[in-house]
């Protein structure tokens, strides 16, 4: 299975051959947009250009999908290696900086370090699944009362 690389966030994340780029980094918890994007984006139509990734040290020319004629249009004062992640599907391993357009500290020491470590087979960083102190209290009590319930019955 491909993995993805995020660079800035240091995470790999593993997906299926032909995933959503968009979709896999929105369901990892990866920040794709900036503040414009955040405002308001097109939910994946290729329409608000907001969803910007720079592929970095693309490992072979097959893995990702080629560009589609919406970035052509769209991309066309960007960089070679920039793709909008809604209309980039994963085929192999690869590595990706997302907003691109926003620096961040030792950018190039990081991109360097990412692209001499060979990719890992599967993923090394999950996030860890969010837990709201209040709801697990509350679910805590309702099991209690549950258990009351079914000593009582
Ligand atoms: S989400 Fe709008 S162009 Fe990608």
């Known amino acids: 299975m491909p993995v993805i690389r995020f660079v800035r966030e240091g995470r790999d994340v593993e997906c299926y051959p ?27 139509c290729g329409q608000c250009i907001t969803c910007f990734v720079d592929v970095v040290g693309e490992s072979s ?57 060979l990719l890992p087979a599967g993923p090394t960083s999950w996030p860890e699944p969010e837990v709201d102190p209040d709801e697990e209290a509350s679910s805590k009590a309702e099991a209690g009362e549950t258990t009351t319930s079914d000593e009582e019955g």
Request: with cysteine.
């Open 18 to 44: 032909g995933e959503n780029l968009r979709e896999v980094a929105l369901r990892e918890g990866i920040e794709l947009y900036g503040l414009k994007g955040k405002l308001g984006n097109c939910g994946g």
């Open 61 to 117: 020319p097959g893995s990702l999908s080629g560009r589609t004629r919406v970035e052509e249009q769209k991309l066309q004062r960007r960089p070679e290696s920039w793709r909008l992640a809604c209309q980039t599907l994963v085929q192999q391993s690869v590595l990706v900086l997302t907003r691109p357009q926003v620096g961040f500290a030792d950018a190039d020491q990081r991109i360097a370090a990412a692209k001499s470590d």
